[in-house]
């Protein structure tokens, strides 16, 4: 990841995005214990729950020793917020940096 934003799924994978992203975190930590409930897919009865706890907890630490999060509105992203400049994070999340 080159810089603070990564594209990690489309809008357009829907409510599968949880799925897609839980068949392919082997690198991310912080994940609650009920995550295998997201490889069964929308129809089970925690999902959207299970998915909630991992967009809160979640992170990823690459090589350089920078912390990795997630966000979804619509497309699912990571972002490390100290590789972001003020202005990709304003336009990010809509606020001023920190």
């Not at 599968?16 to 997201?38: K, T, V």
């Amino acid at each position: 990841m080159s810089s603070g934003l990564e594209l990690l799924f489309g809008s357009n994978q829907g409510v599968y995005i949880p799925q897609n992203f839980a068949e392919s975190c082997d690198h991310w930590s912080g994940l609650p214990s009920d995550f295998s409930e997201l490889l069964y897919g929308p129809e089970q009865e925690w999902y959207w729950e299970v998915w909630h706890s991992v967009l809160d907890s979640a992170t990823y630490t690459d090589s350089a020793g920078n912390v990795w999060h997630l966000w979804q509105d619509g497309d699912l992203w990571a972002y490390c917020e100290e590789l972001m400049n003020d202005p990709e994070y304003q336009d990010f999340f809509g606020e001023p940096g920190v």
